[in-house]
């Protein structure tokens, strides 16, 4: 079965300051890998997604991420974050063979400082 | 166009009470998921429906929790009785298909139990 590790619960960084959240994902077949970002008190919405081709990926709001099989992660990185990015993200991944369930990290909290 | 549509989106209610959630998935979307989010545990999914046909309900905590989709359109969470350890904020989702990995979340059900 398909996991995921988010290796940071919070970040907090100072605004227009880089940021990079780490996730890496054990799987014995091939994946699809998904960036989801909640606002306070909202749900989920989809950040960013891998499915094939270029391993860098860019996003809503300025955000990208690479997907690196060899070390099996698909880190988000921002070059300058702002205070509205201030939000949990959520890394996820789903095998590509056959109907399976997301299976979402635990989340990591970012927190910018002005 | 309407997202998922959640009701109600604050539930306060005693020990032992039923509770019944809703979902409203986006109009053409195959699979419905439920999900809870709580700070000990994070964002667990407890069943997920295709073509309104339950899939997985292994994360069903308990036989309290019962799930149900009798129509493309609609589908119920119900916990009963209800104890005070269930209150967390309850996510519908919804997706085109299933593995698609593309899930719209709706705004939650915020379930307060005493």
């Known amino acids: 079965a398909q996991s995921v590790t988010q290796l940071d619960s919070q970040v907090p960084v100072f605004e227009e300051a880089p940021v990079e959240l780490r996730c890496n994902y054990s799987s014995s077949v091939s994946v699809y890998l998904f960036w989801y970002v909640q606002y306070p008190n909202q749900g989920l919405q989809l950040l960013l997604k891998y499915l094939s081709g270029s391993t860098l990926v860019k996003g809503i709001n300025g955000f990208e991420a690479e997907f690196n099989k060899s070390q099996t992660s698909f880190h988000l990185r921002k070059p300058s974050v702002h205070i509205s990015d201030t939000a949990e993200y959520f890394c996820a991944v789903t095998v590509i063979q056959g109907a399976q369930k997301l299976v979402f990290g635990q989340g990591t909290r970012l927190t910018i400082n002005p | 166009d309407a997202g998922v549509i959640q009701s109600p989106r604050h539930e306060v209610t005693e020990m032992g009470q039923e509770v019944t959630l809703r979902c409203k998935p986006i109009s053409g979307h195959n699979s419905l998921f439920w999900y809870r989010q709580t700070m000990m545990r994070g964002l667990e999914l407890l069943i997920y429906?295709?073509?309104?046909?339950?899939?997985?309900d292994s994360g069903m905590p308990e036989d309290r929790f019962s799930a149900k989709m009798p129509n493309a359109s609609f589908s119920t969470l119900k916990i009963q009785p209800s104890e005070p350890r269930d209150s967390a904020v309850y996510f519908c989702?919804?997706?085109?298909?299933?593995?698609?990995?593309?899930?719209?979340f709706g705004e939650g059900s915020r379930l307060t139990v005493l």
């Open positions: 989702a919804s997706s085109l298909a299933l593995g698609s990995g593309e899930l719209f």
């Open positions: 429906f295709n073509n309104n046909v339950p899939i997985d």
